[in-house]
């Protein structure tokens, strides 16, 4: 290399760049590293669990079982033990239930592996996916109709209320099977007086006149998203406290769309036992028993299959629940112990003041999905009790069935009661075995892309090869360390493969750069020369090559599902590191290594 | 840029010959790549149509038809039973979701074998496969427009036109290879046509760019001269590009698996087609369509030394 003082600063970067590009590979690169070390399976015992032995029992324990067992920790009363083998989780987590005195405040989680130092730093794995971690995935789908039929129901009611403390004769108030509701009248002083009590009580209603004194309403639109996205959010919480239940600390609750949401429970190899809380949408009312063939009834089914008159409306819906434990009771049988808020207590508490020796039927409804996909609702009836005294806000209603069903109900009730069915429209089951494959097969073919590459690269261009090459390798770790950083980014088997190819088209950016620089050299400038003049003029073409391929990641990342959002992430994070490393970063090792390089005839 | 002597004058006529020769074979292959689609159409994988996939390993002792005939008791339709791979390995696809479909697959195999272990099962209802299809297209269109908004945008429209050209050939012929296998269509093959559509276009583009740049270079220069000078220039850039992106799908289709079997392919057949069609219709079209330099005058010329 000749040293030479060229009359302007050529290839010349300030020191602050330098200083820029280093610290930014070390933080990227730390933040990497935990990923390297990996995860360990654990299961956690908090102190609410009581441990009956000492870890160091514990440990002989489960090695006697067959468990291998890493390490356990115990910190402020929490005990964590991490396995050294992922795939016995959940046998673990069976061999630990006999040792606490609360099995459900196990949880099962994972550890990191990566040193300690690292871990104080702030610096965490990145999250894998479902189809790398193993584990079950479930999409539900919120069906808000019989919501707003809900909402027409009341509605009609309250107006007919209306007609009739107000005298209003003649007027008949139909709810139309197309979802609206007509109103004839026999004036315009009727129509006007129910038009200012519709506007009065029910602002979120639209009004239009029918024919010459008819009218009709129907909720407005805006009303109709706002009751679409208060039910969707009332049956994410209620996913969520069910899916806490489970004990999974790295589940996932999310709405997916406009009535959807979607949960991904990870490590949970069973599916079934998770189904059964979450696809269960169960619902309690509580009805005044009525005789056979009385006005205002209507008929349900006991579990004999015998008919129960009940009054048309329950006297309180499950959603007034705030707690609900099984216990046995007086004479030994399982019942539920139901806690009422307060508008719930007030109401049981006035209606059973005035119905105290008559009988009430609790019933209990779950909804399900048919082979049509019609949403089926089942209800029947599990107790009819006689009222003995005015109830409160607290009371117990027996009939579940054994203690197990009455926990089981207890468990439904206790997550809330479903105000919307909700059925499950998509169930995703990866078996460990299948993600650990699935890891090792994707690695590997990144692996080995990038070894060919590099070896390619080092070859093909020689002295600039191994500049190509250091960018690859930074641009390697940008990605991991974004990826570990940028919160809610999973890496997925479809991501690994975006890498995968990240990895070819990454050296693009070098190769353009490198043409031109060969044809600038061709044209007879120096090597000093010739890089300025290449970098500078392959500019646009890499941003007008990369910005293509932009818009289809980000494209994919918009309308895209899980796995395909992973791919959309690394391809659109290894697209802009790649412009990173390769302008910035290769430039600034060409510069300094290069830079001053006045000769010509320089082949590359 | 210097003098064009004789030597490179001849070299670009034949390469001349050989884009017009290629464009005349890509124009075919479209062609026939759609015809190809409509008779044969499309193997819709589970995430267009819904329904239930299991995969599951038992004892290798076991047969296809075993299994097949005992699916078959428990549910009212037709199930088909694929090998995966490794002996022992089945994939048990049921084209509609009912209950004997969604049971436990343990219980229904327990009359053959008790050791079964299931490696990854999904169930999709019919509704939502609908909506992932109609995603997808969305997706697809989408994809597209940003494309063409973007494209239209950054160059002449004769230019850009030949970039279009060819993407679309490029994602016809990666469709047709699939309605032709009758390969599973899925989602991830879907990601794999929209990648293709990028870098597709990545290929076109630096051609195109180079196209532009000797047209300003160079106003006097016949059309077909300039379109062969700038795929000269860029061919080697462009094999190299190629060839690591080739290697590395290559790596992800003998290392990556089944899950990414699909994927690999597709991307291998895209890249080495998107290469062609840069060379061969991305060129020639504007050509066709006779870009000129005055098409490009009102840019600023700041280059030429």
């Not at chain 1, 069935?401 to 997550?415: I, K, N, P, V």
Request: glycine share 8%.
């Amino acid at each position: 290399m000749r040293q030479q003082n060229s009359p302007t600063l050529l290839n010349h970067y300030s020191a602050w760049k330098y200083v820029l590009l280093i610290v930014t590979v070390m933080v990227m690169l730390f933040s990497a590293l935990p990923t390297f070390f990996g995860e360990d399976a654990a299961v956690q015992i908090s102190p609410e669990a009581q441990l009956k032995v000492n870890p160091l029992e514990l440990h002989q324990l489960l090695i006697s079982n067959g468990i291998s067992v890493k390490r356990i920790d115990q910190s402020q009363g929490d005990t964590l033990v991490v396995l050294g083998d992922n795939s016995q989780q959940s046998q673990l987590k069976t061999l630990l239930t006999s040792q606490v005195n609360d099995p459900s405040k196990l949880t099962l989680t994972l550890a990191p592996a990566a040193p300690n130092w690292l871990l104080y730093l702030g610096f965490s794995p990145i999250k894998l996916g479902l189809d790398l971690r193993g584990g079950v995935q479930f999409l539900l789908d919120v069906e808000i109709e019989p919501v707003y039929k809900l909402h027409y129901s009341t509605f009609v009611d309250s107006v007919r209320q209306f007609v009739r403390t107000s005298d209003l004769y003649g007027v008949a108030v139909q709810y139309q099977v197309d979802g609206s509701v007509n109103i004839t009248t026999k004036d315009l002083q009727q129509r006007a007086a129910i038009r200012d009590f519709v506007s009065q009580q029910y602002p979120n209603w639209q009004m239009s006149n029918s024919g010459e004194r008819g009218l009709s309403l129907d909720i407005s639109d805006a009303e109709k998203i706002n009751i679409r996205n208060l039910t969707v959010t009332q049956n994410l919480q209620i996913m969520r406290s069910r899916i806490e239940q489970l004990g999974i600390t790295e589940a996932v609750v999310q709405r997916q769309g406009e009535h959807r949401i979607r949960i991904e429970l990870p490590g949970v190899q069973d599916p079934a036992a998770a189904k059964s809380v979450i696809g269960a949408t169960a619902s309690l009312a509580f009805y005044q028993v009525k005789q056979a063939g009385s006005v205002n009834a209507k008929t349900l089914k006991d579990e004999q299959g015998e008919p129960v008159y009940v009054a048309r409306r329950p006297v309180l819906g499950g959603e007034h629940i705030v707690d609900a434990r099984a216990s046995l009771g007086e004479m030994g049988l399982p019942e539920v112990v139901i806690h009422l808020d307060r508008d719930g207590g007030r109401m049981m508490s006035d209606f059973s003041r005035d119905n105290i020796g008559k009988p009430m039927a609790t019933s209990y409804s779950e909804y399900s999905r048919d082979d049509n996909g019609q949403i089926r609702q089942t209800t029947e009836v599990i107790s009819v009790a006689t009222i003995q005294a005015q109830l409160g806000d607290r009371f117990s209603i027996t009939g579940a069935g054994d203690y197990d069903e009455a926990q089981q109900l207890a468990l439904l009730l206790r997550a809330g009661s479903m105000t919307a069915p909700v059925t499950i429209v998509e169930e995703r089951t990866i078996g460990p075995s299948l993600g650990e494959e699935n890891i090792t097969n994707g690695f590997s073919a990144l692996a080995l892309g990038m070894g060919v590459t590099l070896l390619f690269m080092g070859l093909w261009y020689r002295r600039l090869g191994w500049i190509a090459n250091v960018a690859l390798m930074a641009n390697m770790i940008l990605i991991f360390g974004l990826m570990a950083l940028i919160p809610g980014a999973v890496l997925t088997l479809p991501g690994i493969a975006g890498l995968v190819l990240t990895v070819g088209m990454a050296v693009d950016t070098n190769v353009l750069i490198f043409e031109r620089i060969k044809d600038k050299l061709k044209e007879g400038r120096s090597f000093a020369h010739a890089i300025d003049r290449g970098f500078d003029s392959a500019f646009s073409t890499i941003v007008d090559a990369n910005f293509t391929t932009m818009i289809t990641a980000v494209v994919l990342y918009a309308i895209g599902n899980g796995p395909i959002q992973g791919f959309a992430l690394t391809l659109g994070l290894g697209l802009l590191t790649s412009m990173f490393t390769g302008i910035f970063a290769s430039r600034a090792l060409v510069n300094w290594v290069y830079g001053r390089d006045f000769s010509r005839n320089v082949k590359v | 840029m210097n003098i064009i002597n004789r030597q490179n004058l001849k070299s670009l006529s034949t390469l001349t010959k050989a884009r017009y020769l290629s464009s005349l074979a890509s124009l075919l292959i479209m062609l026939s790549s759609i015809a190809i689609i409509l008779v044969n159409g499309f193997n819709w994988g589970l995430d267009f149509t819904g329904g239930v996939v299991t995969e599951v390993k038992i004892d290798p002792k076991i047969k296809s038809e075993q299994i097949s005939q005992l699916l078959g008791q428990g549910s009212a339709q037709e199930v088909s039973v694929i090998s995966a791979g490794e002996p022992g390995r089945w994939v048990l696809r049921y084209a509609k979701v009912d209950n004997a479909a969604t049971g436990d697959i343990k219980t229904v195999l327990a009359p053959l074998t008790n050791d079964v272990e299931v490696l990854n099962s999904s169930i999709v209802g019919p509704q939502i496969g609908q909506e992932l299809a109609e995603q997808g297209g969305l997706a697809l269109l989408a994809a597209m427009l940003c494309i063409l908004a973007y494209l239209s945008f950054r160059f002449e429209w004769r230019l850009a036109s030949g970039a279009l050209l060819a993407l679309f050939h490029d994602v016809i012929f990666v469709l047709a290879f699939f309605s032709l296998t009758q390969m599973e269509f899925n989602l991830t093959i879907l990601a794999a046509v929209l990648a293709i559509l990028g870098y597709s276009l990545n290929d076109s583009i630096v051609i195109a760019d180079r196209v532009r740049e000797v047209l300003i270079a160079k106003p006097k220069m016949a059309t077909d001269e300039i379109c062969s000078s700038a795929v000269k220039a860029t061919f080697s850039r462009t094999m190299v590009t190629s060839g690591t992106t080739l290697f590395t799908v290559g790596a992800l289709w003998i290392m990556g698996g089944a899950p990414l079997q699909g994927f690999s392919i597709a991307m291998f057949l895209g890249i080495m087609i998107g290469t062609l069609s840069s060379i061969s219709v991305g060129t020639c079209l504007p050509e066709l369509l006779k870009v000129k330099a005055e098409h490009y005058e009102v840019t600023p010329i700041s280059d030429t030394p």
